[in-house]
């Protein structure tokens, strides 16, 4: 989803309303969450921000090689107000003050190509936990095996409107 506008500053309240539709649903209540997840995709190569509202860090998960950032840039920034203005609202708090957050880049496995960027951004958010991930990750390795996984997946996902179509043929 893209939004274009002439504003000058971003409107918390008008953020708010235009996403908050789009919101992913949960089945547990919003004031639980302390971690989101955001993939972003720029220039076609997708990275994974983790929002860790607990201990007020933000992580870029990038597995290009070479791409270590040490500040947010100014897109980066805006989109970070976004995340924590729904986080708030979400969670029914005050709003979060990005200046209290830290911008960590860890260190995370380097793909080996210049095209499996959404394989290794999907394997960070399964395997990501507070911080770190919650067991051993050899994407590399295994690459082939988690490509056909999630394939798997999304073709037989109750959410895949053409999911009997697949099976059928």
């Given at each position: 989803?893209?939004?274009?506008?002439?504003?000058?500053?971003?409107?918390?309240?008008?953020?708010?309303?235009?996403?908050?539709?789009?919101?992913?649903?949960?089945?547990?209540?919003?004031?639980?969450?302390?971690?989101?997840?955001?993939?972003?995709?720029?220039?076609?190569?997708?990275?994974?921000?983790?929002?860790?509202?607990?201990?007020?860090?933000?992580?870029?998960?990038?597995?290009?090689?070479?791409?270590?950032?040490?500040?947010?840039?100014?897109?980066?920034?805006?989109?970070?107000?976004?995340?924590?203005?729904l986080a708030a609202h979400k969670k029914e708090v005050s709003p979060y003050d990005l200046r209290t957050f830290n911008f960590l880049t860890p260190d995370v496995p380097l793909q080996p190509n210049e095209h499996d960027?959404?394989?290794?951004?999907?394997?960070?958010?399964?395997?990501?936990?507070?911080?770190?991930?919650?067991?051993?990750?050899?994407?590399?390795?295994?690459?082939?095996?988690?490509?056909?996984?999630?394939?798997?997946?999304?073709?037989?996902?109750?959410?895949?409107?053409?999911?009997?179509?697949?099976?059928?043929?």
């Amino acid at each position: 989803m893209v939004i274009h506008s002439q504003a000058k500053h971003l409107v918390r309240e008008a953020i708010i309303g235009r996403f908050e539709p789009h919101v992913y649903q949960m089945d547990i209540p919003y004031v639980n969450v302390n971690e989101v997840f955001l993939p972003v995709l720029i220039k076609n190569h997708w990275t994974l921000y983790v929002y860790d509202l607990s201990n007020k860090r933000i992580q870029l998960l990038d597995s290009r090689p070479g791409r270590k950032k040490t500040t947010l840039s100014g897109i980066q920034q805006n989109l970070t107000k976004v995340v924590l203005w729904l986080a708030a609202h979400k969670k029914e708090v005050s709003p979060y003050d990005l200046r209290t957050f830290n911008f960590l880049t860890p260190d995370v496995p380097l793909q080996p190509n210049e095209h499996d960027c959404g394989v290794f951004v999907m394997k960070f958010m399964e395997l990501w936990s507070m911080g770190g991930f919650s067991k051993s990750i050899d994407v590399v390795r295994k690459l082939k095996h988690y490509r056909l996984k999630i394939m798997g997946s999304m073709l037989f996902s109750t959410q895949n409107a053409h999911r009997d179509r697949v099976r059928r043929d």
